[in-house]
């Protein structure tokens, strides 16, 4: 069966430092979601992506948050400078198709503690 | 603006007796609603979604949520409960032509006792 994958699994760094989550998409996956999930809380999107377009990324802190899909395919999310307040799981999920009857299919995650 | 609300954080069942896990919105017309189940450390599996007609909708692993449109509602159970359904419930909600984003509740954490 098709999954999503993400790595690292878990990554510990250091307030101020640079950390950056990959995600693969399942193969054919047009759309692509990257959500943060506070513990205690349901996720939060981030940013959604159709194919390299970002099409929402409304609630993405660009000031330190970045995200790229740049051949519509495989995506980075990258946090510079990482602040105490980030930690956090990072999903990423994909659809076939940009529509809300869609079903997300989410990949393991990326648990980010910021020291 | 959208937004779901899970009245119970924490749930305790013995195995074998029945559930109900609750799930309000609130939303001006109706909603595409879903319930998804996570794992410790692990992402987010669909258990059933509604979009439309039959109110009552079955999911996987004996799973099934009424949606009532009158009490904004779509609440999920399960008649007997085994060890393995321990984990953490996700409600969320599509706003029709919002494209896919997902409003997702806070959770409920489900326990079983033995």
Not at chain 1, 71 to 81: A, C, E, F, R
Not at chain 2, 22 to 40: D, I, M
């Amino acid at each position: 069966e098709a999954e999503v994958a993400q790595s690292p699994r878990y990554k510990i760094t250091e307030k101020s430092q640079a950390v950056a989550f990959w995600c693969d998409p399942i193969s054919g996956h047009a759309t692509l979601y990257w959500y943060r999930q506070i513990l205690g809380q349901g996720p939060e999107l981030l940013v959604q992506f159709q194919d390299e377009s970002v099409v929402d990324d409304s609630q993405l802190p660009k000031d330190r948050f970045s995200a790229e899909r740049l051949k519509g395919v495989d995506s980075t999310l990258k946090i510079q400078p990482a602040e105490l307040g980030d930690s956090a799981m990072y999903l990423c999920a994909s659809t076939a198709y940009r529509a809300e009857q869609e079903t997300q299919y989410f990949g393991p995650g990326t648990r980010l503690l910021v020291l | 603006a959208q937004s779901v609300t899970q009245p119970d954080i924490h749930i305790t069942v013995s195995e074998g007796a029945s559930l109900e896990l609750r799930c309000n919105y609130s939303y001006g017309a109706t909603p595409y609603l879903f319930w998804y189940v996570q794992s410790p450390g692990q992402g987010l599996q669909l258990l059933l979604k509604y979009f439309s007609g039959d109110t009552l909708v079955q999911g996987i692993k004996g799973f099934e949520a009424e949606f009532k449109r009158s009490q904004s509602s779509f609440n999920l159970r399960k008649p007997s409960v085994h060890w393995s359904d321990a984990a953490e419930y996700f409600c969320a909600v599509g706003a029709r032509g919002s494209q896919g984003n997902l409003i997702f509740g806070k959770g409920t954490k489900l326990s079983v006792k033995p």
